[in-house]
């Protein structure tokens, strides 16, 4: 019998996200899944599970809760160094907007990343990536943007594929040369943009599935933005975007504007923008460790989620303003901090980061879809948010096989 093959029995509450179920989670109770060829090929009551399935190697989950693999939808997995020391500025005053200005921020991981080797990069990488499978990753997507030259941003979209190569989980790149304006285009922003659109983005685009700006104040302008993300359209790569974390930046509805699959961050968002973000079906990809760690206010997710947006959440793991790994723990924070329901938060960590990446067959349990799996701890989804603190992933199944 194939390895990724498998049943699942005796689990206490599983978990689809199937929109025809009875909730927005589509619970079910004492439920069964069985995984064929890597796919979910059924999930339903224990009771009512179909002969066909009745052999295949059987897991018992002794009551505890399934979920769809995790979808970390926003991250910056790519770098080397770190920013403690920013960290201990900003608890002592000093504001992010201050620490870039004065060189900081996005530019010193750059300094230390164009430094590092490929080699000392993977080295750091794939622990992440690990611990974030550990806990119930299965798919993740990963920017570059630490370069913000050719060869260096090569470099890092070269790593994020080694990593795809070397773990289970699905690793989705993203190409986010226009991250900041490097050390060496200070003042000329517009210079640096003609460059990674003539330069930058007919070497990376091949390696990429996605183009992302940073359109923010102090950062890059809706016109630069847009500049970008049409180039990067001609080479095949859809639009995502950072807009509005620092300010009502215009970025939001750029985004809306160009039809990007995501607009991520969106601390700043204005009614207008949340309307035009539910008419072109663009989804909002939420960051609330970024909040937590900047001590800033969440972003409006429940406005977002009652105005008909699709929400997802993400961990944003990067060094400098959330350097948090696990998507369970988000979660816990979406709740406590952001003020979403568990149901909402649990279907925006798995079937809402799918749809921010486009990936149609995951963050759900329902028959063709990838059998990507998490076992909890816990007997309910509830305890995510409840005991924040515990560890909640007990084993991990990756396209039918166990992995963690």
Same mark, same amino acid.
């Given at each position: 019998?194939?390895?990724?093959n498998?049943l699942l029995?005796?689990?206490?509450q599983l978990?689809?996200?199937?929109?025809?179920?009875?909730?927005?989670?589509?619970?079910?109770?004492?439920?069964?899944?069985?995984?064929?060829?890597?796919?979910?090929a059924?999930?339903?009551?224990?009771?009512?599970?179909?002969?066909?399935?009745?052999?295949?190697?059987?897991?018992?989950?002794?009551?505890?809760a399934?979920?769809?693999?995790?979808?970390?939808?926003?991250?910056?997995?790519?770098?080397?160094?770190?920013?403690?020391?920013?960290?201990?500025?900003?608890?002592?005053?000093?504001?992010?907007e201050e620490?870039?200005?004065?060189?900081?921020?996005?530019?010193?991981?750059?300094?230390?990343?164009?430094a590092?080797?490929?080699?000392?990069?993977?080295?750091?990488m794939?622990?992440?990536?690990?611990?974030?499978?550990?806990?119930?990753?299965?798919?993740?997507?990963?920017?570059?943007?630490?370069?913000?030259?050719?060869?260096?941003?090569?470099?890092?979209?070269?790593?994020? $594929? =080694?990593?795809? @190569?070397?773990l289970?989980? !699905?690793?989705?790149? *993203?190409?986010?040369? &226009?991250? +900041? #304006?490097?050390?060496?285009?200070?003042?000329?922003?517009?210079?640096?943009?003609?460059q990674?659109?003539?330069?930058?983005?007919?070497?990376?685009?091949?390696? $990429? =599935?996605?183009? @992302?700006?940073?359109?923010? !104040?102090g950062v890059? *302008?809706?016109?630069? &933005?847009? +500049? #970008?993300?049409?180039?990067?359209?001609?080479?095949?790569?859809?639009?995502?975007?950072h807009?509005?974390?620092?300010?009502?930046?215009?970025?939001?509805?750029? $985004? =809306?504007?160009v039809?990007?699959?995501?607009? !991520?961050?969106?601390?700043?968002?204005?009614?207008?923008?949340?309307?035009?973000?539910?008419?072109?079906?663009?989804?909002a990809?939420?960051?609330p460790?970024?909040?937590?760690?900047l001590?800033?206010?969440q972003?409006?997710?429940?406005?977002?989620?009652?105005?008909?947006?699709?929400?997802?959440?993400?961990?944003?793991?990067?060094?400098?303003?959330?350097?948090?790994?696990?998507?369970?723990?988000?979660?816990?924070?979406?709740?406590?901090?952001?003020?979403?329901?568990?149901?909402?938060?649990?279907?925006?960590?798995?079937?809402?980061?799918?749809?921010?990446?486009?990936?149609?067959d995951?963050?759900?349990?329902?028959?063709?879809?990838l059998?990507?799996?998490?076992?909890?701890?816990?007997?309910?989804?509830?305890?995510?948010?409840?005991?924040?603190?515990?560890?909640a992933?007990?084993?991990?199944?990756k396209?039918?096989?166990?992995?963690?």
């Amino acid at each position: 019998m194939p390895d990724d093959n498998l049943l699942l029995v005796n689990i206490g509450q599983l978990v689809t996200n199937d929109p025809a179920g009875d909730d927005l989670l589509g619970v079910i109770d004492d439920a069964a899944v069985a995984v064929a060829d890597g796919h979910i090929a059924w999930a339903g009551p224990g009771s009512d599970l179909p002969d066909e399935w009745a052999e295949l190697s059987r897991i018992d989950c002794r009551g505890c809760a399934v979920l769809p693999g995790f979808v970390d939808s926003h991250t910056h997995l790519a770098f080397a160094g770190d920013r403690a020391d920013e960290f201990g500025r900003r608890l002592r005053g000093e504001t992010y907007e201050e620490i870039m200005a004065a060189g900081g921020g996005i530019r010193s991981t750059v300094a230390a990343t164009r430094a590092a080797s490929t080699s000392d990069l993977l080295g750091h990488m794939v622990p992440r990536a690990r611990r974030m499978l550990r806990a119930g990753t299965t798919t993740v997507e990963v920017k570059s943007g630490y370069g913000l030259e050719t060869s260096t941003e090569l470099r890092l979209l070269g790593a994020i $594929a =080694a990593v795809d @190569d070397t773990l289970a989980i !699905d690793v989705v790149p *993203t190409f986010l040369g &226009a991250h +900041a #304006v490097p050390p060496e285009f200070s003042g000329d922003a517009d210079g640096y943009i003609e460059q990674v659109i003539t330069e930058m983005l007919p070497a990376c685009a091949p390696h $990429a =599935a996605f183009c @992302d700006v940073f359109c923010d !104040d102090g950062v890059f *302008t809706v016109d630069q &933005a847009r +500049a #970008v993300l049409r180039s990067g359209l001609e080479y095949g790569l859809k639009p995502r975007l950072h807009a509005n974390q620092l300010a009502p930046s215009g970025g939001a509805g750029l $985004a =809306a504007e160009v039809g990007a699959l995501s607009a !991520d961050h969106l601390d700043h968002v204005t009614d207008d923008e949340i309307e035009a973000l539910s008419l072109a079906g663009t989804v909002a990809v939420l960051l609330p460790g970024v909040s937590l760690s900047l001590q800033l206010p969440q972003a409006r997710g429940n406005d977002l989620w009652d105005a008909g947006v699709t929400v997802a959440l993400a961990t944003d793991c990067n060094p400098g303003t959330s350097n948090i790994e696990t998507m369970p723990f988000v979660v816990a924070l979406a709740c406590l901090e952001m003020g979403l329901s568990p149901e909402r938060a649990v279907w925006s960590a798995t079937r809402g980061g799918a749809l921010a990446l486009g990936l149609h067959d995951r963050g759900h349990v329902v028959p063709g879809a990838l059998g990507d799996l998490v076992l909890l701890t816990h007997p309910t989804y509830l305890h995510l948010a409840y005991r924040p603190d515990a560890p909640a992933a007990q084993a991990v199944v990756k396209r039918g096989e166990f992995v963690s």
